[in-house]
Every structure is written in structure tokens, then in C-alpha cells.
């Protein structure tokens, strides 16, 4: 690192007594620093339109702002005042999606298989586990002021608890919805989804897939599922 910088990333730089463990507990670092940064930019642009809404307020409530141009001053100062913290409170989020996106690519290669993403190379060299990892990688995590930035989205194994999954309402699964994806059919195909990634982090045998579909209505969905023999047909 160039003095005075920050330091360069290193994968698995997070406390714990095995890699897996490091890097689990750097990956919720990452996303927890991402959520803190994130949150001071919101809290900061907040404050700025606060403060702008303020200014212009008393500007216009005063009548000696009408006179010789004031009121337009006044407005003007406000809002160039406004665009100023905004841009320093960008230019330090910025900073920080920098960094975190650079460890990001340090942390992404050295992920294992239950860490990594389908497109990792690491699953060329896919191996049966012999036992249970620590997590798996559900999905990704990201906020909308930095949508190319991603976070894994780790969960512990095994499961405490059930997961759900948000279909968007009850009914059948059909494509009429104004961009032909019913929510309710993506809900069913991420449920797909993250069987199969359950299916393989785990060791053979120690993970089962059980599924309640009377009418049928998810078998689009559940077809990967059915044609690699993990369900019985209808």
C-alpha cells in the first residue's frame, strides 16, 4: 500500500481458527461495512435536504426577500450549499466502495465452493464434501447506491430455522404479469435454486428435497429437480 493509504486486501484477513471461518467472518465484515458506509451517506443527504428546505423556507417567509434580488440569493446559496455536502458526503462513499470493492475481488477467487458463486471457477474441480461446511451462499447482497458491488449472502449450516421465500400473494403459478415474470413462479425457481446449492455443499445422502404441490403448479419450476432424478415425477 502507497503510504498513508489504505492497506491492501487479503483474503481470509478476519479472525478464526480455520480459512473457511476467516472468510465467512470477513464476508459479514465486508457486508456490515457496507451497510455502515451506505448508512452515513443516506443519513448525510438527509441532512443536507433538511437543511436546504430550512434555509429556503425562512428565505421565502421573509418579505425583505423579495427586494433587490435577495430571495434569489438566498435561494441560490441554499441549494449551492446543498450540492456541497451531498458531494462530499459522495465523494467519501465513493472512498469506501472503492475499497471494500477491491477486496471484494481479492476475497471472490478464494472462496470455497459453499462461499462461491455458480460462475467460480472452483466448482471445475468440484469434489463430493465429506461433511457439512460452515455456511452457504444463498444469493448476493446489494444496496442501490452501489448495485455492481456484491456481497455473498452466507448462511450458517445447518439451518436453525426455516427460510421464505416471498412469492408476492397465493395462487397459481402463470406468466401474466406485465413483464411476463409472475413473481410467484421466480419465488418457486429460487427455491429451486437454493436446493441445488444445498444438494451440493452437502454430503451425499445428508441432504433430502421434499416437495407439496398438489395442482402441479410449480412443475416448470421443480423440472431441473425431477430430470436429475433428486424428486420422483408426478
Request: zero cysteines.
Amino acid at each position: 500500500a502507497a503510504p498513508g493509504g489504505p492497506a491492501q486486501p487479503v483474503a481470509g484477513d478476519a479472525a478464526g481458527w480455520s480459512m473457511d471461518e476467516r472468510l465467512y467472518n470477513q464476508v459479514w465484515g465486508m457486508f456490515e461495512d457496507l451497510a455502515r458506509t451506505v448508512a452515513a451517506y443516506r443519513s448525510a443527504v438527509d441532512f443536507a435536504d433538511s437543511r436546504r428546505e430550512k434555509e429556503l423556507d425562512e428565505a421565502l417567509s421573509d418579505p425583505r426577500s423579495r427586494i433587490g434580488g435577495q430571495g434569489d440569493a438566498a435561494r441560490e446559496a441554499a441549494r449551492a450549499r446543498h450540492s456541497e455536502l451531498v458531494e462530499r458526503a459522495r465523494e467519501v462513499l465513493d472512498r469506501d466502495l472503492a475499497q471494500l470493492t477491491a477486496e471484494s475481488e481479492v476475497v471472490e477467487p478464494a472462496l470455497p465452493p459453499a462461499y462461491a458463486g455458480w460462475d467460480n471457477p472452483v466448482w471445475h474441480g468440484y469434489r463430493v464434501p465429506m461433511e457439512i461446511p460452515m455456511a452457504a451462499r444463498l444469493g448476493d447482497l446489494h444496496l442501490p447506491e452501489a448495485p455492481d458491488l456484491r456481497i455473498p449472502m452466507l448462511l450458517r449450516l445447518p439451518l436453525e430455522r426455516g427460510l421464505w421465500i416471498d412469492g408476492g400473494g397465493s395462487g397459481g403459478f402463470d406468466d401474466t404479469s406485465a413483464d411476463g415474470a409472475d413473481p410467484r413462479h421466480l419465488a418457486m425457481e429460487t427455491a429451486v435454486s437454493l436446493a441445488a446449492r444445498l444438494l451440493a455443499v452437502y454430503p451425499a445422502g445428508e441432504f433430502g428435497v421434499h416437495v407439496i404441490d398438489p395442482a402441479g403448479s410449480a412443475a416448470r419450476a421443480l423440472a431441473p429437480l425431477v430430470d436429475t432424478g433428486v424428486l420422483a415425477g408426478p
